[in-house]
């Protein structure tokens, strides 16, 4: 009779352990979810672009301050310059467009992913 007790109680246990783990596992998920809508939602207000001149991204050309252009949108990539796998040719562009060069043979496709995150406008038509 005691040993019953203690295999319900040792049942219980891992009844109550499986419960909790489980409810662990979906509030994490919600959390993670919550989080990713929050980063598209901000990712979507910061596309409701500026509008900028080929003149004003042309001021921004050094290793402190880069824009680039790609097909029209521009980039502030000055975070990513001293990172960038290929050194200074980065800035071989920097203010102007690097389209041509972004398309290049070099780039694996991650960096396709990574733009977005550096668009801060489109190019004035």
Same mark, same amino acid.
């Given at each position: *009779? @005691?040993?019953?007790? @203690?295999?319900?109680?040792?049942?219980e246990?891992?009844?109550?352990?499986? @419960?909790?783990?489980?409810?662990?596992?979906?509030?994490s =998920?919600?959390?993670?979810? +919550?989080?990713?809508q929050? *980063?598209?939602?901000?990712?979507?207000? &910061?596309k409701?672009?500026?509008v900028y001149?080929?003149a004003? #991204?042309?001021? /921004?050309? =050094?290793?402190?301050?880069?824009?680039?252009?790609?097909k029209? &949108? @521009?980039?502030? #990539?000055?975070?990513?310059?001293e990172?960038?796998p290929?050194?200074?040719a980065?800035? +071989? /562009?920097?203010?102007?467009d690097?389209?041509?060069?972004?398309?290049?043979?070099q /780039?694996?496709?991650r960096v396709?992913?990574?733009i977005?995150?550096?668009?801060?406008g489109?190019?004035e038509?």
């Amino acid at each position: *009779m @005691v040993l019953n007790a @203690v295999e319900g109680a040792e049942s219980e246990i891992w009844l109550a352990l499986g @419960v909790l783990l489980g409810g662990f596992f979906l509030i994490s =998920r919600h959390l993670k979810s +919550a989080q990713r809508q929050k *980063m598209h939602s901000s990712a979507s207000k &910061k596309k409701a672009s500026t509008v900028y001149s080929k003149a004003e #991204v042309s001021l /921004h050309n =050094r290793r402190t301050d880069c824009w680039i252009i790609i097909k029209d &949108k @521009v980039y502030d #990539v000055t975070s990513y310059v001293e990172e960038h796998p290929g050194g200074d040719a980065i800035l +071989a /562009h920097a203010g102007d467009d690097s389209t041509e060069g972004f398309y290049g043979p070099q /780039h694996a496709t991650r960096v396709f992913d990574m733009i977005d995150d550096f668009y801060i406008g489109d190019l004035e038509q």
